[in-house]
């Protein structure tokens, strides 16, 4: 019986380790820019009149370390933004490396439901819709909000380049590191 | 033993999830084709050619004719274009014709614009649609009737399939022009037109109906000023919807820039601006 005790109590422990384990596993089902980015996790406020995305924090740090945002949006139930997700995970050793000395990662967490004219954008003491938001830095864009879509800003929330809707267009590793180049 | 077994199974299960959370695949997410550089050539491109330029040689040779765009773009159904002559056109040597073709679309053949010595510089910009990653190419062909070209892959899709904005179908055919510049006498000036129509590509589906839109865009434009011939240009659902070409040309005075606008239904339209 004793011996039966010891053997539950192990049991628990390697399964609760291996449920752990497979939460954190590549390819896990979270949503969400993997842990290996150091991801700036922005969820949203003002729910559910709104859903808005404050960056104030995330410019701020990045005029301090002197880098640049790139900002992912992603939505808990949409599976493309997991296939990106799982791409950066599968792929974090080799992109990691490139990211981290030049932009800090920006994940906003979204849903599909959330529509173009819930979505906010804060700077500061400005929020804009999501519209407004890409009309006001030049993104081509405005016009239909896609999940996922990514940015890339200067730490004064200037657009580095255009970027596609979509992540589709850059999900193998050398054209990550094109748009990381930001080769137009 | 019946315990063991139980646990046995718990432990598999565990296991099991864990290998099927983490798949580890052996490529990339997307499937998408290769890497390709700006200067390649395509399968689709080899037949084109023989069938555009029969027997013609086709410079590659940067300098005379240059192509801008984007190797990704917002949208496949909206991808900019701009194309640079290097070549002023004077009697002597001009650019007489340009070929827009987009490799991999349904119909390559995007845009023929057949110039005049009017144009003053054959510069030009548009919006097209890309339906897969394909090279986008520009052919000019000289009035000595040589040909150069210049290319760009572009990285994008679903550019034909997309649907366009019907908000105005009423206004379908509305030609505008305008000058976003001031006009200088005698020098190119850089004016747009733009016509008001969905551009149908043919390969949109009518969500409700679940049929294809019929294919219904904009055949031609011809622009002239002051009675005289500036560019003629023959269109293709290649072309974004609300057809926009941005061109130049010279004014020698007064005059009115009009623009002839014929759809692949018949439909005529005309638009005009007095230029002072």
């Known amino acids: ?184 | 033993m019946r315990r063991m077994h139980f646990i046995g199974r718990l432990l598999g299960l565990a296991a099991g999830g864990l290998g099927v959370a983490a798949p580890q695949a052996d490529s990339a997410v997307g499937g998408l084709p290769g890497p390709a550089s700006h200067a390649d050539s395509s399968p689709e491109w080899e037949s084109l050619r023989d069938r555009l330029f029969p027997s013609r040689p086709v410079s590659a040779t940067p300098g005379v004719v240059q192509i801008v765009a984007p190797l990704r773009a917002a949208y496949g159904a909206s991808v900019p274009i701009k194309i640079l002559s290097n070549l002023p056109q004077t009697p002597g040597l001009y650019v007489k014709r340009l070929t827009l073709v987009v490799d991999k679309n349904p119909s390559p053949v995007a845009a023929v614009l057949d110039l005049t010595l009017e144009v003053g510089q054959a510069d030009f910009e548009t919006r097209i649609r890309v339906d897969e990653y394909s090279h986008v190419r520009v052919i000019a062909e000289l009035s000595n009737g040589q040909l150069h070209m210049d290319s760009r892959y572009v990285k994008t899709s679903g550019g034909c399939s997309a649907p366009p904005n019907r908000d105005a179908l009423n206004l379908l055919g509305k030609t505008l022009l305008k000058l976003p510049e001031p006009v200088t006498m005698n020098r190119p000036t850089t004016a747009d037109v733009t016509v008001l129509h969905p551009n149908d590509t043919g390969f949109e589906l009518n969500q409700v109906t679940v049929m294809y839109i019929p294919a219904h865009f904009v055949r031609s434009i011809k622009v002239s000023f002051a009675d005289r011939k500036v560019f003629d240009a023959d269109l293709d659902f290649s072309i974004s919807e609300n057809p926009t070409l941005r061109f130049n040309f010279v004014p020698h005075g007064r005059g009115e820039l009009k623009a002839e606008v014929e759809d692949s239904k018949d439909g005529h339209w005309t638009g005009t601006l007095a230029v002072l």
Do not use: H
């Open chain 1, 1 to 184: 019986m004793r011996r039966y005790r010891v053997f539950c109590r192990v049991f628990c422990r390697v399964f609760c380790l291996a449920l752990c384990l497979a939460t954190l596993a590549p390819g896990a089902t979270a949503a969400g820019i993997p842990a290996p980015y150091a991801a700036l996790v922005i969820q949203p406020a003002g729910m559910p009149a709104r859903y808005e995305f404050d960056l104030s924090a995330a410019l701020a740090r990045a005029r301090r370390e002197n880098k640049r945002l790139y900002v992912y949006l992603g939505a808990s139930d949409c599976p493309y933004c997991r296939k990106y997700e799982a791409f950066l995970d599968q792929n974090a050793q080799e992109l990691v490396p490139q990211f981290r000395p030049q932009y800090i990662v920006v994940d906003l967490r979204s849903a599909l439901s959330v529509s173009a004219n819930q979505l906010y954008i804060r700077i500061g003491d400005r929020s804009l819709a999501y519209a407004d938001f890409q009309r006001s830095i030049g993104d081509e864009r405005a016009r239909m909000l896609v999940y996922p879509s990514v940015w890339l800003l200067d730490a004064y929330a200037r657009p580095l380049m255009q970027m596609p809707a979509g992540t589709g267009t850059f999900q193998t590793v050398p054209e990550q590191l094109e748009i990381l180049r930001l080769e137009q």
